[in-house]
T-cell receptor
């Protein structure tokens, strides 16, 4: 079974540069999430899509972060301009509903971003 | 807003002993509680989950218990092995929003 695909795996950029991450969810999964995981912390939700609509982006720093999910499949997350504190692993996940109770989410390998 | 607290942040046990990690959630409408294991440099992997209509679920050496009244749930690992060493995250989700809120993680070390 194909999993959630992310690229690139690693990225090193200088502060004030821009960067983009790509995610391809599991086929048929309508919900897609982007999480930021800073070293030693739990994943923090940045944005959640349902098909190609945004469900929650309350914790997305919109002055520098943007995300889109055209056609309700692949998604890109962009940071422009990057700051040192953006250094983290960016995880993409997709999920399917479990009938009336909750959703089951699967994660990609993540993109490790280092801002220098 | 929704919040999930997780304790302890680190846990060391001797091989063969049991490990227990606890999480408390704030949103009483949460109805699905998964646990993820994350090894160093790897993606979080779902290891067990429980829905709010049951109180306990077991899968070999791991089990999860849920107390809806107290709004907390726990992961139990018995007969721990060195390969159980990892960071474990709990999460809470509710139907309708499909939002996943994660705990802060527990670093489990199983000492041989």
């Amino acid at each position: 079974e194909a999993g959630v695909a992310q690229s690139p795996r690693y990225k090193i950029i200088e502060k004030r540069q821009s960067v983009a991450f790509w995610c391809n969810p599991i086929s048929g999964h309508a919900t897609l999430y982007w999480y930021q995981q800073i070293l030693g912390q739990g994943p923090k939700l940045l944005i959640q899509f349902q098909n190609n609509g945004v469900v929650d982006d309350s914790q997305l720093p919109k002055d520098r972060f943007s995300a889109e999910r055209l056609k309700g499949v692949d998604s890109t997350l962009k940071i422009q301009p990057a700051k040192l504190e953006d250094s983290a692993v960016y995880l993409c996940a997709s999920s399917f509903p479990l009938g009336p109770g909750g959703v089951r989410a699967f994660f990609g390998q993540g993109t490790r971003l280092t801002v220098v | 807003g929704e919040n999930v607290e997780q304790h302890p942040s680190t846990l060391s046990v001797q091989e063969g002993d049991s490990a227990v990690i606890k999480c408390t959630y704030s949103d009483s409408a949460s109805n699905y509680f998964p646990w993820y294991k994350q090894e160093l440099g790897k993606r979080p992997q779902l290891i067990i989950d429980i829905r709010s209509n049951v109180g306990e679920k077991k899968d070999q050496r791991i089990a999860v218990t849920l107390n809806k009244t107290a709004k907390h749930f726990s992961l139990h690992i018995t007969e721990t092995q060195p390969e159980d060493s990892a960071v474990y995250f709990c999460a809470a989700s509710k139907a309708g929003t499909y939002k996943y809120i994660f705990g802060t993680g527990t670093r489990l070390k199983v000492l041989a």
